[in-house]
């Protein structure tokens, strides 16, 4: 899968991408991962790439043409163009792995108080936000996407099941509590049937868990038509 992303803040995207998993995905040619520094794309001898909002308002708007410049450059047919901003559809596990079987997706990071709509218009498939909240920019927001949908991609886990028996998986619940050893620590022990070694039982006592985890965290998960039986 190849990744462009068009960011005022090319460092913000890369540290991340280069380390642990996201930057293994790159060694081993599973992620071509392509960063683009939008202010080379900038208006005149400063660079220009902001402007203030037509009709007035806060804070500074891209202006359209170093966008429209970048896109230009990175567009292929077979690319799918994502705006990454908090007012966007939200951002969750489905469409973490529908986007995984895109070839190519374009990520534009917002920033100050947005983009000019004609970009939008002219380029986006999908505008995304990460969540109800804030940030100072899209960059990081790009980051959780790539890290979630990247993930996904056959070979980039060590262990291929890893990315299917987890919280927001099939099963639509979170996951249950894990222990690893030793059995007893500082007088708190590992439940029993962990270690009996029964595994019906064993699968048995993590749906229970996993449902009670979801019932105190998360009951919006168990609350809609289609969700998992408690
Ligand atoms: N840019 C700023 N806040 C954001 C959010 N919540 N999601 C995506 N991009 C953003």
Redesign the pocket.
Same mark, same amino acid.
């Given at each position: 899968m190849q990744i462009d992303v068009i960011t005022l803040f090319p460092e913000i995207v890369s540290a991340p991408m280069r380390t642990s998993m996201m930057g293994r995905a790159q060694d081993k040619k599973l992620l071509d991962l392509r960063v683009h520094d939008l202010r080379e794309f900038g208006l005149g001898r400063h660079l220009q790439v902001d402007d203030t909002p037509c009709g007035g308002g806060q804070g500074m708007v891209l202006r359209p043409e170093p966008v429209f410049a970048a896109m230009e450059k990175v567009h292929a047919p077979d690319s799918r163009v994502l705006l990454?901003?908090?007012q966007?559809r939200r951002f969750d596990q489905p469409c973490a792995r529908r986007l995984g079987g895109e070839s190519h997706l374009i990520i534009l990071c917002?920033h100050y108080e947005g983009v000019d709509h004609r970009v939008i218009e002219h380029w986006v498939d999908e505008e /995304?936000? /990460?969540?109800?909240?804030?940030?100072?920019?899209?960059a990081i927001?790009a980051v959780v996407v790539m890290d979630a949908i990247v993930r996904l991609i056959p070979g980039v886990l060590g262990d291929e099941n890893s990315a299917i028996d987890e919280s927001f998986g099939p099963s639509g619940i979170l996951e249950a509590p894990q222990y690893t050893k030793p059995a007893e620590f500082r007088g708190m022990r590992v439940p029993d049937i962990l270690l009996g070694g029964h595994h019906g039982r064993i699968n048995a006592w993590k749906h229970e868990r996993a449902l009670e985890r979801t019932r105190q965290n998360r009951p919006d998960l168990l609350a809609g038509p289609g969700s998992p039986k408690p």
């Amino acid at each position: 899968m190849q990744i462009d992303v068009i960011t005022l803040f090319p460092e913000i995207v890369s540290a991340p991408m280069r380390t642990s998993m996201m930057g293994r995905a790159q060694d081993k040619k599973l992620l071509d991962l392509r960063v683009h520094d939008l202010r080379e794309f900038g208006l005149g001898r400063h660079l220009q790439v902001d402007d203030t909002p037509c009709g007035g308002g806060q804070g500074m708007v891209l202006r359209p043409e170093p966008v429209f410049a970048a896109m230009e450059k990175v567009h292929a047919p077979d690319s799918r163009v994502l705006l990454m901003t908090p007012q966007g559809r939200r951002f969750d596990q489905p469409c973490a792995r529908r986007l995984g079987g895109e070839s190519h997706l374009i990520i534009l990071c917002g920033h100050y108080e947005g983009v000019d709509h004609r970009v939008i218009e002219h380029w986006v498939d999908e505008e /995304i936000s /990460i969540g109800d909240y804030v940030l100072t920019n899209g960059a990081i927001a790009a980051v959780v996407v790539m890290d979630a949908i990247v993930r996904l991609i056959p070979g980039v886990l060590g262990d291929e099941n890893s990315a299917i028996d987890e919280s927001f998986g099939p099963s639509g619940i979170l996951e249950a509590p894990q222990y690893t050893k030793p059995a007893e620590f500082r007088g708190m022990r590992v439940p029993d049937i962990l270690l009996g070694g029964h595994h019906g039982r064993i699968n048995a006592w993590k749906h229970e868990r996993a449902l009670e985890r979801t019932r105190q965290n998360r009951p919006d998960l168990l609350a809609g038509p289609g969700s998992p039986k408690p």
